[in-house]
């Protein structure tokens, strides 16, 4: 299990912060900056060597 959490990106990690603040806050801002950290997240991703 703990293989797996550390498998994800960080980025991955921030965005979902980013979604509970924002929806805890009612802010919509907040889904944005999720949005764009998932997006760069999955770049890193596919950009990670092999």
């Known amino acids: 299990m703990r293989a797996a959490l550390r498998a994800v990106p960080g980025l991955y990690w921030l965005a979902l912060i980013w979604t509970l603040l924002a929806h805890w806050a009612e802010d919509r801002r907040g889904v944005y900056i999720a ?7 999955t770049v890193q991703l596919f950009r990670r060597p092999s």
């Open 35 to 41: 949005m764009f950290c998932l997006l760069l997240g």
